[in-house]
């Protein structure tokens, strides 16, 4: 069974452009994290879906990120316009129960110059 | 080998010896727990988990302890090999809301 793939793995962009970061879930699993760690810091949450519908995005971090999974499959997360902060690993996991424990992909490498 | 009290963001040990590894989390009402071990270029890897209902629980070379009195997870590691140098995350969450990710101990394994 296919893991939770992530898509690019890296990706450099030039600030002020946009990008958009893909994440498929393993099939069946209803829920859909995002998470990203900045710097070497800790994993943050950024936000969660149960199917289509987002149950909790308190975490993203302003209005410049837009998350969608669209018919409750893959997830895209788009940065648009891209700044320096937001340079990071963006991790997306899945869960087919809500037990907040995820299995994560191997996370897309964004650098903002 | 082990990091105490204060979080210490790396732990180096030789291999053969135990590794502890220290975490304080944050909610208490927090009432699951899982260790997490991310390779360089990977994701993050479930290792163990533990229920606020429990104190120890052990899976293969690996112990979690749990001690709610102060918010304070431990993993243990025995036998450490070359094979677990890594990060490991502790993570919590109440209720199956997100979760909550401390900030990382780097275990670095000589032979």
């Known amino acids: 069974e296919a893991g939770v793939t992530q898509f690019p793995s890296h990706s450099v962009i030039e600030k002020g452009q946009t990008v958009t970061l893909r994440c498929d879930p393993i099939?069946?699993?209803?829920?859909l994290y995002w998470y990203r760690r900045v710097m070497g810091k800790e994993i943050k949450f950024l936000l969660h879906?149960?199917?289509?519908?987002?149950?909790?995005e308190s975490g993203m971090p302003n209005n410049r990120f837009l998350a969608e999974r669209t018919g409750g499959t893959y997830s895209t997360l788009k940065v648009q316009p891209a700044e320096l902060e937001d340079s990071g690993v963006y991790f997306c996991?899945?869960?087919?129960?809500?037990?907040?424990?995820?299995?994560f992909g191997q996370g897309t490498r964004l650098t903002v110059v | 080998g082990e990091n105490v009290g204060l979080h210490l963001p790396t732990l180096s040990v030789q291999e053969g010896d135990n590794s502890i590894i220290n975490c304080a989390y944050s909610?208490?009402?927090?009432?699951?727990f899982i260790w997490y071990k991310q390779e360089s270029g990977k994701g993050p890897q479930f290792i163990i988990d533990?229920?606020?209902?429990?104190d120890k629980r052990q899976g293969q070379r690996v112990t979690v302890l749990l001690n709610k009195t102060v918010k304070h997870l431990s993993l243990q590691i025995a036998a450490t090999q070359p094979g677990d140098s890594a990060v490991y995350f502790c993570a919590e969450t109440q209720a199956g809301t997100a979760l909550i990710f401390g900030k990382g101990t780097t275990l670095s394994v000589s032979s």
């Open positions: 533990i229920r606020s209902n429990m």
């Open positions: 879906f149960v199917k289509e519908s987002k149950q909790d």
């Open positions: 996991a899945s869960s087919q129960a809500q037990t907040g424990k995820g299995f």
């Open positions: 909610n208490s009402a927090s009432d699951y």
């Open positions: 099939s069946g699993h209803d829920n």
